[in-house]
Nanobody
Framework: VQLQASGGGLVQPGGSLRLSCAAS????????IGWFRQAPGKEREGVSC????????YYADSVKGRFTISRDNAKNTVYLQMNSLKPEDTAVYYC??????????????WGQGTQVTVSS
């Protein structure tokens, strides 16, 4: 059973990245998936999540209008499209399974993170 986040990298301010959260060993269809991030010296924060039932979504105020979460059940993958990136988006991004809320304690299985660096 594994969750793997990928797609991070170095991008200039205003640029875009698409993160992927791929599952192996289990089916993502039945789980809500959340994206969290942790910047150096800061606590991990909930960025976005998507439910398993009706596809409802949550976005942190800091990313609303810039980030879009989606899921492709056929590929067993959840995506986080990040546009208009800002330096303050720099962090390690993690995906996790659980309930669609911004609270860490509602998630029980975490993948390894992927580094996103926004810098000119």
């Amino acid at each position: 059973v594994q969750l793997q986040a990928s797609g991070g990298g170095l991008v200039q301010p205003g640029g875009s990245l698409r993160l992927s959260c791929a599952a192996s060993g289990f089916t993502l269809d039945y789980y809500a998936i959340g994206w969290f991030r942790q910047a150096p010296g800061k606590e991990r924060e909930g960025v976005s999540c998507i439910s398993s039932s009706d596809g409802s979504t949550y976005y942190a105020d800091s990313v609303k209008g810039r980030f879009t979460i989606s899921r492709d059940n056929a590929k067993n993958t959840v995506y986080l499209q990040m546009n208009s990136l800002k330096p303050e988006d720099t962090a390690v991004y993690y995906c996790a399974t659980g309930w669609c809320t911004p609270q860490e304690y509602e998630y029980d299985y975490w993948g390894q993170g992927t580094q996103v660096t926004v810098s000119s």
